[in-house]
């Protein structure tokens, strides 16, 4: 049964990627949309390979996962043989092969943070091979900590599916790269902001639609475990204050733009639904339906607010990524001993500077080494005309007439 | 394993909030799209809040499913704790926050319902408020005499996944609103009746499939109980019924505008496959798959006769859902004796009109009160500039000329 | 538990449904869109009711499955009655119903590659007219070689979920029918080859992952079994192969567009995807997760290589299913003996080359009767106005201008 949970709720969150991949390419102006598709799938599929090749074993160390090792590699070159039978059933068995394919999927969602705040001006290459390095190397790492029984574990870290260990050190990784690889051209100019619309809201709207759907599979499949009905009681109740925080993070939003601006802005909508989600992600079982309620709704003001802090600080983010997943990431793993036992505010504050600090340095030296290497920032002259015709040769939309 | 069947039913059902938004945004026209997605998550959103503040708990009076009052509420402060182990397991139990999970996911579709019908000239708060008492009120008091074994349980009526519980009586709210709010500007000119195309087919297309993905979870998490091999046998049988309704319903539609008119409408096709899924919900078990094929093909046919006919009343109804969910809702209600024992013709109508009428009047209602209040319908300006600039300041698609 | 696997898995490939569609309707010129769209809706509704009609019966010749004849049908009126109660369950018991339901999910995928091919110049109705033949006949014969117990499965093919039955056998109707058609206008003017951009990358992508979703149904599904733990272990081993072949046939065709044409191609990297998901389809539970690797990524490397080799033959395939669905599913057929005991290539090629030829040949005949009778082609004005306005007097994006 536990094989099961994480088999669906594995291929409902390996549905977040297209999630992510409509949400930014909705996102982004018309000219660049090709190319972001492109780094989605790219680095997606690069996931499903890096977490093979080195990440799942150094995040989970046990010798017990890997039958042989190839040299070097890490490589788990085959997933344990079926040697249970039906007489052996145990409710609570979870095969290897089905806990990997859950735990592909989280590493997967980290690297798909990233790409949405570094879109429209970074190079294809060097953002995919910065994903090499972040699945492989940078998230395995942080999430062994926590996940793999490691020093924050021991020390009463309590992270249930990863508002930190997911979405925060995604942020962070986005961050690190937005920084050093500055803003769109023309985007803050004599100390206005100027806005760049995306370009298709229908497909950002799907893209959320399909993010709160997987994260049924983010948070429920996180419960580990579905060999008692008390489990699948638990799962229930994971997927009712998900979906509670993810309404009360877009109604919080919904509302706090009218009041604000006289108007309700769809964007900040949808990045507040998200940041709902983000928030109850560190703790989606304890808390009771109100609780999820308040959570959510603080993470979706969260977003609201944050998203012109970061435009003040000339930090260029297109998606709203860093406030939607680093900034309610923090606040989601700072809620948590609001509703569960034996967690204090000290203990989940040093686990989130830990991760943070760690995977925010550790991604500044890289992006800086890939700027040294090879450049990480397109030419003005691609920026302006679109890096879909400029590096890819191909256009989303060629049909359509630009206004 | 019947909480897992209402988890597993419960995010397919969900997911047809996205089909909803999908099917509405592909068409309206591209000037009221942003609109019409904002009203699609946010409807969504409140229902989920709505529907734990009060909905749930009117459904379902067992006090058993309170823990706490809060004042004049009825607010489940807290789902039950998992008092259930391993050792207690049946497979008949279903938590009551799974329960509430799939239940939502009903409400927020009765909403979704009259979303679309009213789109293109009503004002977003406006119907954003109506939604609040439709979640809140208006469906799960009408559900309640059915599904929280009210007296129309009592009398016979039979509903298996609500064909008129939640699709016409999201199709009566829908109508209602409709009247109150007049057609779009231009659309009923000198006895004529202007075409006024989607703008994004493909998108309306995604949204159908979405919606017949959706409603496997619709129709096969109403069995309620996933306890026995005999269960689960039963939502085999109702899924299979339910895709043979559909696709009887969009071949129906196929032929029939082949024939009427010299060619097929895809939007006809839609409504058709839609309208034969809406058949099929009052009773997906018991009929044979020929019995399905038939029930579903009248739908469609039902949907290509009766879209003109509203146009002759100048019912403006942007999206066929009238049609699709009040019309096939009947349809399905009245077709449930053939196949299921134990029901009769004068009960079904006698159900379908008390539900009908209550949700009619006190949704007349409330759209009078709100167009006394502060108005429902947007000035003839914002109608022709389009609710997107005038209304939200943000375009759908801003880079897309329009031709 | 068989059922509910095979009504998860049934459910992930219906949705492979939208996965074609958005697919074939990201690839195809906006001025045929709304015909695609229209295809895809009724090619899977018409496999809907001619698999019940016809094709369930003519695949698995057991008489235990009909209840009834009606006449000359092979109708199954009835599917059978519930009789088990929970004393009985039996955890490998699963349901005709479920069974149906499954299967018929292939029988559709089959219809569904043959539409992306031969799009953008065929008649709507002589194409659902082949449709009805390739759903009711064509697929249910050759797939009773095999999945019918015939003698394919005697003789010791091995095809797990249907590269060979399901993937080239659509492949080849494909390609029947794309000979039979001819090119597009104006596609292979003076040895050149004239490239037709999609019109829509964003749906493009969509479509790859629904269907790299849907695959998980697709393969997992077809382990047919979930009664043991050893059962639900092996489908976690297919769903991390069937990711892994997936990922490394992207990340293959990411590569080599880079190396051969100095930029990316996504549209190559989507079929990359694809073409890998369709390498491991023939074996997914016995290769180690680096034989997943190679095998997918060899898949990617055949479609980058196949895709100009089809064009100089002056075959036109509008979206590439030839080399994705045909040449990998050749590939992946050929690849099973070197991980599952038991077969051999031989064996592989000849199941390979007897389903290829009747398919081909079958196909070939419908179309040139189907040719004779009423034309199979549009006529170059529609082809070249477009299909939408010309058949169907509906265009898909009726208000974004054309550049």
Redesign the interface.
């Known amino acids: 049964m536990t094989?099961?949970l994480?088999?669906?709720g594995?291929?409902?969150v390996?549905?977040m990627?297209?999630g992510f991949?409509?949400l930014e390419?909705?996102l982004v102006?018309?000219k660049n949309?090709?190319t972001q598709?492109?780094k989605?799938?790219?680095l997606?599929?690069?996931?499903?390979?890096m977490y093979?090749l080195v990440g799942f074993n150094l995040m989970y160390p046990g010798e017990w996962l890997v039958e042989d090792y190839l040299g070097p590699f890490f490589?788990?070159?085959?997933?344990e043989p079926?040697?249970?039978?039906?007489g052996?059933?145990?409710?609570d068995?979870a095969?290897?092969?089905?806990d990997?394919?859950f735990q592909?999927m989280f590493c997967a969602t980290t690297a798909s943070i990233v790409s949405g705040t570094l879109a429209e001006r970074i190079k294809?290459?060097p953002f995919?091979i910065f994903v090499v390095v972040l699945t492989g190397f940078i998230y395995p790492i942080e999430a062994s900590w926590q996940w793999g029984g490691g020093w924050l574990a021991e020390m009463g870290f309590s992270d249930f599916a990863g508002s930190t260990l997911v979405h925060a050190a995604g942020g962070f990784a986005a961050l690190a790269g937005a920084i050093v690889l500055g803003p769109r051209l023309g985007r803050f100019v004599d100390g206005r902001v100027v806005p760049y619309?995306?370009?298709?809201?229908?497909?950002a709207?799907?893209g959320?639609?399909?993010l709160?759907?997987g994260w049924?599979g983010f948070n429920?499949g996180s419960q580990l475990a579905?060999?008692?009905?008390?489990d699948?009681?638990?799962?229930?109740?994971i997927?009712?204050n998900t979906?509670?925080a993810?309404?009360?993070g877009?109604?919080a939003a919904?509302i706090l733009t009218?009041v604000m601006y006289g108007?309700?802005?769809?964007?900040m909508?949808?990045n507040g639904?998200l940041a709902g989600l983000v928030s109850i992600t560190a703790g989606p079982l304890d808390p009771?339906?109100?609780g999820a309620?308040w959570i959510g709704a603080v993470g979706g003001v969260i977003v609201v607010l944050t998203v012109p802090m970061l435009d003040k600080m000339k930090i260029d983010d297109v998606v709203g990524a860093i406030p939607v997943h680093l900034f309610a990431g923090f606040w989601g793993t700072l809620a948590v001993p609001f509703y569960t036992e034996g967690t204090n505010f000290v203990t989940q504050i040093v686990g989130f500077a830990a991760i943070g600090i760690f995977v925010f340095v550790v991604s500044l030296v890289v992006w800086i080494i890939l700027r040294g290497l090879m450049g990480i920032r397109v030419s003005e002259e691609t920026e302006i005309a679109g890096l879909d015709t400029m590096?890819?040769?191909?256009?989303?939309?060629?049909?359509?007439?630009?206004?």
């Open positions: 094989t099961l994480f088999l669906i594995g291929f409902l390996m549905w990627a297209a991949a409509m390419a909705g102006r018309s949309v090709t598709l492109t989605n799938i790219g997606f599929s690069i996931a499903g390979i093979w490589i788990i070159t085959a997933l079926v040697g249970l039978g039906a052996d059933a145990s409710l068995y095969s290897v092969a089905s990997f394919f592909l294809l290459w995919l619309p995306g370009s298709n809201l229908a497909l709207t799907l959320t639609f399909i709160w759907l049924f429920g579905a060999g008692t009905v008390g699948i009681t638990d799962v229930g109740r997927f009712a979906n509670m993810a309404s009360a877009a109604v919904l009218q108007k309700v802005d769809l964007t909508v949808l639904a009771s339906l109100f309620l590096e890819l040769g191909m256009e989303a939309y060629p049909e359509f007439a630009k206004g």
